[in-house]
């Protein structure tokens, strides 16, 4: 009786330290981005929505566009043609 448990202690030991119950690939996050191209990927997309804000802010405001009504000719100052 004591083999038999000393055996099944061992073995729950050995399966324990073997890493049964660890990932077979902790350098991904996700389906195929490691923990750092995840993060790259999260600045560049936060950086590019943070100088998005301002052309929101113009389109909010109405001052992307110049009013159509004025009599005089309007000039593009965006560098866009309209």
């Known amino acids: 009786m004591k083999t038999t448990a000393f055996m099944i ?5 050995a399966v324990g330290a073997c890493g049964c119950s660890r990932s077979l690939s902790p350098e991904l996050r996700g389906l195929g981005l490691s923990k750092g191209e995840a ?3 999260f600045r560049v997309v936060s950086n590019q929505e943070l100088r998005g804000v301002s052309d929101d802010l113009a389109r909010m405001f109405y001052t992307d566009n110049p009013n159509r009504l004025t009599p005089y000719p309007i000039v593009a100052t965006g560098g866009m043609h309209r």
């Open 9 to 13: 202690a061992l073995t729950i030991v």
């Open 39 to 41: 993060h790259n990927n």
